[in-house]
């Protein structure tokens, strides 16, 4: 099962297994039989309501990431998680949206707020699933470059290793 279009995302201690449910009892308890590490994204969280919840002695504990309106297009949840800096809740938005490039409304990709969070996790995380190093901003900014610009070596490492120029 895809966890696109689901409100739930259930993500394995080990990040290899992604699904999506509508009711947060289910997606609960396949958290806690993938066990402690799993994590549970609520994808609809309401503002200043729990975002998160992670495996911990077998039991959900909500972790200390709140929601946001979510009513808004899938990029703008994406950059948004980006902005919380938690890999589980960006894999978990990243799964709604197809494609990593497109811009936000103000001419920012994901991988570029990446960058500029200075998030070498998120950087590989959104490589990893098909973001492209030489995409720039609306000002023609690319990963790259505004990598280089804050002196980020690990991202400029990730970076060029991806491809980017």
Excluded: C
């Amino acid at each position: 099962m895809s966890a696109a279009g689901h409100r739930y995302v259930v993500l394995s201690p080990d990040g290899a297994m992604v699904v999506g449910y509508d009711r947060q009892e289910i997606a609960r308890a396949v958290a806690q039989d993938y066990g402690d590490g799993a994590h549970i994204v609520d994808t609809g969280a309401m503002a200043y309501h729990p975002l998160a919840e992670k495996i911990k002695n077998g039991e959900p504990v909500y972790l200390e990431y709140g929601g946001w309106d979510t009513k808004v297009a899938a990029i703008e949840n994406l950059i948004e998680a980006i902005k919380k800096g938690y890999p589980p809740i960006v894999r978990a938005f990243a799964e709604n949206v197809p494609d990593l490039n497109q811009p936000d409304r103000t001419g920012g990709t994901a991988l570029l707020w990446a960058v500029a969070r200075r998030k070498p996790e998120l950087v590989q995380l959104l490589l990893d699933r098909g973001a492209d190093p030489n995409h720039a901003d609306s000002d023609g900014t690319t990963p790259l470059a505004l990598a280089q610009q804050k002196k980020l070596d690990e991202i400029i490492d990730l970076l060029q290793a991806a491809g980017a120029r």
